[in-house]
């Protein structure tokens, strides 16, 4: 399969661009899943945060979907994939200093309570229709072009 095209995530008048994957160490295993977003204009720079498997920390790996991890101890899950994580990821990696001129590289499961405390709650399956048309609880889709357009908070 080929490489993606990373998608555009705009912030105010800054645009970033982001990839997910599923990524293995040496021999196969130690299963992880990242985020790698960086700012339009950068070269050689940006945030990438991993999640990597272990004890109470599930990845993708035929259990979960691609892009899905889950902490064990409280069922605390993320989808990788939604445009209001990346969001969130990117914010609170800003608010702990990155500057978005640099290269870095973050433990995700040590995010993993300051992301889930600004991330708007995933439409439940099981509400009613107005409910999940609802768009203050709804992240906005990929416009046509491939670009997400997520306000602050979404």
């Known amino acids: ?34 985020v790698r977003i960086a700012r339009d204009g950068s070269r050689g720079t940006g945030l990438t945060v991993s999640f990597q498997a272990g004890p109470g920390r599930l990845v993708a790996d035929g259990l979960l979907h691609i892009g899905g991890v889950i902490r064990g101890e409280d069922d605390a899950y993320l989808n990788l994939h939604r445009p209001a994580v990346v969001r969130a990821l990117l914010d609170v990696a800003i608010r702990r200093g990155w500057d978005t001129a640099t290269e870095l590289h973050l433990d995700g499961w040590l995010l993993l309570d300051d992301v889930l405390a600004v991330l708007p709650p995933e439409p439940d399956a099981t509400a009613s229709e107005a409910d999940a048309n609802a768009t203050d609880k709804v992240p906005p889709e990929p416009d046509a072009d491939g670009t997400d357009k997520v306000p602050p908070g979404a």
């Open 1 to 34: 399969m080929g490489r993606r095209k990373p998608l555009v995530l705009r912030v105010g008048p800054d645009t970033y661009y982001r990839t997910s994957g599923h990524a293995h160490g040496p021999g196969g295993k130690q299963c992880r899943e990242y």
